[in-house]
Structures are given as C-alpha cells and as structure tokens.
C-alpha cells in the first residue's frame, strides 16, 4: 500500500492535455485580472477619496494594484483547479463554478458602489455579503481540492482588511 497520498488531480498527463489546460488556467487567470483592472479603470478613487478621513492604517494608494492582482491569480488558479477536478461531478463542479462567479461579481460590484457612488455605506453591506460568499465559496472549494480552497486564504483575510476599512472610512466620515 503506497503511504503518500496522490495530491495529483486523476486526469490524463498527455502533452496535448497539458498543453490545454495550461491554456485553460491562463484564461481563467486573465479573464479574471483584466476584469479587476477594468473596473479600477472605470471607477478610480479620485478627488472625493482623497478628500475623505481616513484611519492612519490606511494603506498606501500603490499598494492596492499588486495586491489585487496577485489574489486574482489566485482565484484564477483556484476555480481552475476545481474545473479540472475530474473524479468530481459536473453537477457539483458546476454549483461551485457559480458560487464562484457570484463572489467574483460581488467583488467587482464592490468599487462601482465605493468610488462610483461614493456610498462607503453601500460598499459595506456590501463587503459583509462578499465576506460570506468568499469563505463559503472557500469551503466549498476546499472540499473538491484542498489546495483550491487554501489558495482562497490570502483573498479572504484581504477581504477581511478591507471590511473593517471600509467600514472605518464610513464612520469617519458620516
């Protein structure tokens, strides 16, 4: 009985299939990464951030893009993974996979309602709604790779920094 557990995903190693999902998860890395950027580009802070009080933990502006883009490649990897994971269902995959874009949209809804709006209070209900998807989607994860699900750690504690943040900048400023 061999004592080290196969942490490989079962599928077939042929070049051609590795070939292809290499392909796979850099699409799903650069689906992701350039939707982040899109919506940055869209609704960037501005005038009205910078004039809003801010806690003196706050971090600095150059920060944020190097931070989001690591955790979108993060996700990226992650919901690739779990696509890849074939000894689990196409059901069960596919009620992640929407688990997953649903996070992913609470995500981006986040900045429309922050810098577009200019509603923190909005962007905090929210952030607590993103919060819950993200660990759940994180469980969820978990249980058809535990790697997917790890990989969603970083994400969650980020989110878990920027709500208490952005609920900060709320108070402060009502």
Known sequence: MNAVPNLMPSQSRSPVNASRSVWVLAGWVLSIVVMGVGVGMLFPPGAWFAGLYKPTWNPPGWLFAPVWTLLYT?????????????????????????????????????????????????????????????????????????????????????????????????????
């Not at 269902?89 to 992913?104: D, G, I």
């Not at 469980?139 to 970083?154: C, D, E, S, T, W």
């Open 74 to 174: 993060l996700m990226g990897i992650s919901i690739w993974l779990v696509r890849k994971q074939t000894d689990t269902s196409n059901e069960v995959r596919n009620r992640v996979s929407a688990l997953f874009l649903f996070q992913l949209a609470l995500n981006l809804a986040w900045t429309p309602l922050f810098f577009g709006l200019h509603s923190p209070f909005l962007a905090f209900v929210e952030i607590c709604a993103l919060w819950c998807a993200v660990l759940f989607t994180a469980l969820q994860f978990g249980k058809i790779r535990a790697l997917a699900g790890y990989l969603f750690l970083p994400y969650l504690l980020w989110v878990s920094f920027a709500l208490v943040l952005n609920g900060t900048i709320w108070l402060m400023n009502t």
